[in-house]
């Protein structure tokens, strides 16, 4: 069963244009995490996130930006206890156009800091991995 997704963009070229706040050109950037209704609140967004935190690490990786909702506090709280800073938010002008106000992230990555364990296999686009999280006490899945 399919309970969560996580995608990271590591090229411009396959990034939402026009964002107001975009993050670095030669970043890692997390460009959607989404986890089914049913397994919310369960742990499952913090073990995505660092399992995308460990193979950014594995390969290199220093830091990591996003983008999240203003308007999502569960969200926001998820990555700032994390470690995520908010950098820069929308301008308001923005949001009387009908898009939804975003706030840009960014998160530093700490030597040893891995805390999660993964898997990590790729098809055959080596541009795309699939993160297999081992299953950890607070996550129940």
């Known amino acids: ?31 959607n995490m989404a986890v089914a209704g049913a397994h919310r609140r369960r742990g499952v967004a913090r073990a995505l996130l660092g399992a995308s935190e460990d193979l950014l690490e594995r390969i290199g990786g220093v830091d990591i930006w996003l983008h999240v909702m203003m308007e999502d506090p569960t969200a926001r709280s998820l990555y700032t206890n994390e470690g ?5 938010a929308d301008k308001a002008t923005l949001f009387g156009r009908g ?3 975003k706030i840009l992230m960014q998160k530093v990555f700490e030597e040893g800091s891995n805390r999660f364990a993964a898997s990590l296999t790729n098809n055959s ?15 129940h899945v």
């Open 84 to 88: 995520y800073a908010e950098i820069e």
């Open 99 to 101: 898009k939804a106000r």
């Open 1 to 31: 069963e399919l309970v969560g997704i996580v995608a990271l963009s590591f090229a411009p070229s396959t990034r939402e244009e026009n964002m107001s706040t975009a993050p670095p050109t030669d970043a890692a950037y997390l460009s």
């Open 125 to 139: 686009d080596s541009r795309v991995y699939r993160v297999t999280c081992q299953p950890c006490q607070p996550c």
